[in-house]
């Protein structure tokens, strides 16, 4: 039987009470102390845009916002459109933050700039495809490569938008993969604090775990990307038919994606309301863990999720070394006519040409732009005379 929690009547008439008062959450990002790189008229907000809004148009408007929709989620090479891609993740995670934010007061706006965007960075190939690609970036240039990393360096240095500090912050902190029974706010207060960070996170993996957003809004973003994902990808495992849905030990968060959405969420605001910083119950914690641990033994690790791998890895280094190399050697290249180019058009200019960025970031910044099927066909266009293939699993096989 579906077991749904519902908010306790006390929490639910101090909710009513205090909107009906107009109370405010002392604790909730105001917009008007965004903070930006760079002060310019076009930026400032107004009655129609806030300062967040403003950020969100220019993440939707982003060119790698489109390439969300063929990047692969968990599994790859399935023709499946049921299956989910990156673009119904985003969505997925702005709706439940943006649930749970209005619940609790705070800046919706500000949480849906940061959950629109919090994966721009993501490779093809899902995490197989991040790994490879951090493999070959640390073997050739001592950096570490991560998606959340990534999706800053698309909204701040590849299209210079001038994002404000605090969604950058929230992306940079998002890291889905880290679950916590309490979720604090790690304060920051400019530009040159930030990038010290993220400089620190390229070259010690370690101090990727230690990535926090500084906004309670940031935190809400963070625990609902787990909450977006922990059961759709059940879902996808059950139409990929890589597990019996049986198989999954029920436990008071539930075991179906809309259980599992709604007792997370309803927790959460339970716990967290009129306070500054997020909580989940000790057993709905307990229970999160194990459901994220059956996830990676019966989903994450299984050779569905894994097949192609060691293809894709052998297929990424060559592509990686040939861009290199066309950088020095061939204007013709697509990596000048699909992407330097094309950034360097960019409506929002930089100070300085895109191309004068090290030559191994813009290489990586390309392969991690690129969308599952575009991979594959820049690899047969570079390589054309290779016998290497993908096999995808059709509709109807």
């Known amino acids: 039987m579906l077991k749904f929690d519902n908010l306790p009547n006390q929490i639910t008439q101090k909710i009513e009470s205090d909107r009906a008062n107009g109370v405010k959450n002392p604790y909730a990002f105001c917009d008007?102390?965004?903070?930006?790189?760079?002060?310019?008229?076009?930026?400032?907000?107004?009655?129609?845009?806030?300062?967040?809004?403003?950020?969100?148009?220019?993440?939707?408007?982003?060119?790698?916002?489109?390439?969300?929709?063929?990047?692969?989620?968990?599994?790859?090479?399935?023709?499946?459109?049921?299956?989910?891609?990156?673009?119904?993740?985003?969505?997925?995670?702005?709706?439940?933050?943006?649930?749970?934010?209005?619940?609790?007061?705070?800046?919706?706006?500000?949480?849906?700039?940061?959950?629109?965007?919090?994966?721009?960075g993501h490779t093809p190939f899902g995490h197989a495809g991040e790994k490879i690609l951090d493999q070959i970036l640390f073997e050739r240039k001592g950096l570490h490569f991560a998606h959340n990393l990534q999706s800053v360096r698309v909204l701040d240095v590849i299209f210079s938008y001038n994002i404000s500090l605090q969604t950058l912050d929230g992306i940079a902190g998002h890291n889905g993969e880290i679950e916590k029974e309490e979720y604090h706010p790690i304060a920051i207060s400019n530009f040159d604090e930030f990038d010290s960070l993220i400089e620190s996170c390229y070259k010690d993996k370690s101090a990727l775990v230690k990535l926090s957003p500084s906004t309670l809004e940031g935190c809400v973003v963070r625990i609902s990307d787990i909450i977006a994902y922990l059961g759709k990808d059940r879902q996808d495992g059950s139409r990929t038919s890589t597990y019996d849905e049986n198989e999954f030990e029920k436990n008071s968060i539930g075991n179906i994606n809309a259980e599992i959405i709604n007792n997370l969420s309803v927790n959460i605001i339970k716990n967290s309301y009129g306070k500054n910083y997020l909580k989940l119950d000790s057993e709905y914690f307990a229970d999160l863990v194990k459901a994220k641990t059956q996830n990676y033994a019966k989903l994450y690790n299984s050779s569905s999720a894994k097949k192609h791998y060691s293809t894709i890895e052998d297929m990424m280094n060559k592509v990686y070394d040939k861009l290199l190399l066309d950088l020095d050697s061939d204007k013709s290249s697509p990596i000048f006519t699909h992407h330097i180019g094309y950034i360097n058009a960019s409506y929002y200019k930089r100070e300085k040409s895109y191309l004068e960025q090290d030559k191994e970031r813009i290489v990586a910044d390309y392969?991690?732009?690129?969308?599952?099927?575009?991979?594959?066909?820049l690899y047969n266009h570079l390589f054309p005379k290779d016998r290497i293939k993908i096999e995808y699993k059709g509709y109807f096989e």
């Open 367 to 377: 392969i991690a732009s690129m969308t599952d099927d575009y991979f594959i066909e």
């Open 32 to 120: 008007s102390k965004a903070i930006r790189r760079k002060n310019n008229a076009h930026d400032e907000p107004t009655l129609l845009r806030s300062n967040f809004i403003r950020d969100i148009d220019k993440i939707l408007n982003c060119p790698f916002y489109n390439r969300y929709s063929d990047k692969t989620q968990v599994f790859s090479f399935y023709k499946n459109d049921d299956i989910t891609r990156r673009s119904l993740h985003v969505q997925l995670v702005s709706r439940i933050a943006r649930t749970i934010g209005k619940a609790l007061n705070l800046n919706t706006e500000l949480i849906e700039a940061i959950a629109l965007g919090h994966d721009l």
